[in-house]
Every structure is written in structure tokens, then in C-alpha cells.
């Protein structure tokens, strides 16, 4: 398809586990975001990159949390030693960056349970 | 710093009632953006509209309109004669435009909107 995708679907961990959450973002877009959201809550911003660059990194949590993007196209988010805290849906985002503030497509998310 | 407050945390109407849904707004910057979104019950976030702060012009799209008002701080959505399948999580999303770092998005908590039939 030609949206954003995010695997896996679900993912169920245990606490103190490492976890890698996969967003693909719609081709040619060059800003990719991920957002976190706990249950009845709106999307917290984590981290935003243009490019292969993270070019603000302020949402992340703390230090356990890091995410990647080597080619400029697919995005990684990590988890090292997994909190039951963490539990959420991890959404990703991408959006065509044309130099004013364009709408941001989602994917499905990830809903990350620690167990 | 930025903040969306959606007041209504749930509202529950009969089909074809027009419904309403608020949002207030908070930030120091002179240009930003405005957002709703729309989270049906499968998850995924659906764009509905962007606003820029120097456009107040009220919208309209179908049975969907919005309201903006700087003087207020408000970007009000309401839907018209609303159906079953506009039964959805609806959020409000605010955007600083002309941060170096991009346009991260501030979210609301949501109103979640439920149509009976």
C-alpha cells in the first residue's frame, strides 16, 4: 500500500527486554516522527527526523530509548530494558516536508504490552 | 510551551444531531498550524484539516466545518447531521511553523465522540 507502515502489529515483552519497533514511511517523504499513546490519551511526540538525522530528539523519555533511520527511509525505534511504563502504541509518522508544516500521515502503530 | 485542551472528554449524540466538538489553544509563537484528527476505533489517525494562524476563514468540507477564532484561542469542529460512522476519537493538534527542528505536533486528550443510530 502506499501508507505508512509500522511492524510488528503487537508486540508483548517481558520487563528488562529489548525491543525494535519498524515504521516504513510513505516513499518520497522526508520528515518521519514517532509518537507514543497511552490508553486514553492523545500522541506524545518522541523524536522527529529529516533525513537520516534526528533532528530533535527532546520527546524521548530517557536514555534507554533510541531510534534510527541509516537510508533516510525506514525507521527504527528502540527499547532497551523494557518498563512496565513503557506499555503504549507507538505510532509513526512521515510527511513531505515543502519548507511550511505539512500534514503528517500515521500508520497503524505498535502496541507494545510489558509484561 | 504549547497546549491543546479538549474540554469534552466524551459526548454521545443521536444520528443526524449536529454535534460540536471544542478546542482551545495555547502558544507564544506569532505563526503556527492547526490540526484535527480522527481515530476510528481500528486506530489509525486520519487527517481531516490544517489551518494556518493567519487564515481565519471558517471551513467547510461536506457535513464537517471549523471554526477559528485567534481572539479566543479556539478551533471548533462541528459536524452536521452526523452518522454512525462518525463514531471516532476526534483530537485536536497544534504545530509550531517555523521551528528549525520541524513541525512536531501537540495533541489534545481527545473527545471521544459516539453517534447512536
Known amino acids: 500500500g502506499a501508507g505508512v507502515s509500522q511492524t510488528p502489529s503487537n508486540k508483548v515483552t517481558e520487563k528488562g527486554k529489548y525491543v525494535e519497533l519498524r515504521c516504513d514511511p510513505i516513499?518520497?517523504?522526508?520528515?518521519l516522527y514517532w509518537y507514543r499513546q497511552s490508553l486514553g490519551q492523545g500522541p506524545e511526540f518522541l523524536i522527529y527526523?529529516?533525513?537520516?538525522?534526528?533532528?530533535?530528539d527532546s520527546g524521548l523519555p530517557n536514555d534507554r530509548f533510541f531510534a534510527v533511520r541509516p537510508e533516510g527511509s525506514v525507521s527504527t525505534l528502540k527499547i532497551q530494558r523494557t518498563e512496565r511504563g513503557d506499555s503504549a502504541v507507538y505510532l509513526c509518522?512521515?510527511?513531505?516536508?515543502?519548507?511550511?508544516?505539512?500534514?503528517?500521515?500515521f500508520g497503524p502503530g505498535t502496541r507494545l504490552t510489558v509484561l | 510551551a504549547q497546549k491543546v485542551t479538549q474540554a469534552q472528554t466524551e459526548i454521545s449524540v443521536v444520528e443526524k444531531e449536529d454535534v460540536t466538538l471544542d478546542c482551545v489553544y495555547e502558544?507564544?509563537?506569532?505563526?503556527?498550524?492547526l490540526f484535527w484528527y480522527k481515530q476510528p476505533p481500528s486506530g489509525e489517525l486520519v487527517f481531516l484539516i490544517r489551518?494556518?494562524?493567519?487564515?481565519?476563514q471558517n471551513e467547510i468540507s461536506g457535513r464537517y466545518s471549523w471554526n477559528f477564532q485567534k481572539s479566543t484561542s479556539s478551533f471548533n469542529f462541528t459536524i452536521t447531521a452526523s452518522q454512525v460512522v462518525d463514531s471516532a476519537v476526534y483530537f485536536c493538534?497544534?504545530?509550531?511553523?517555523?521551528?528549525?527542528?520541524?513541525?512536531?505536533?501537540?495533541f489534545g486528550e481527545g473527545t471521544q465522540l459516539t453517534v447512536n443510530p
Open positions: 509518522a512521515s510527511s513531505l516536508r515543502r519548507g511550511g508544516v505539512s500534514e503528517q500521515f
Open positions: 516513499s518520497g517523504h522526508t520528515a
Open positions: 527526523f529529516q533525513g537520516t538525522g534526528a533532528a530533535d
Open positions: 502558544t507564544r509563537d506569532t505563526t503556527y498550524y
Open positions: 489551518r494556518n494562524s493567519f487564515d481565519e
Open positions: 493538534a497544534l504545530s509550531e511553523g517555523r521551528r528549525a527542528s520541524g513541525s512536531r505536533l501537540t
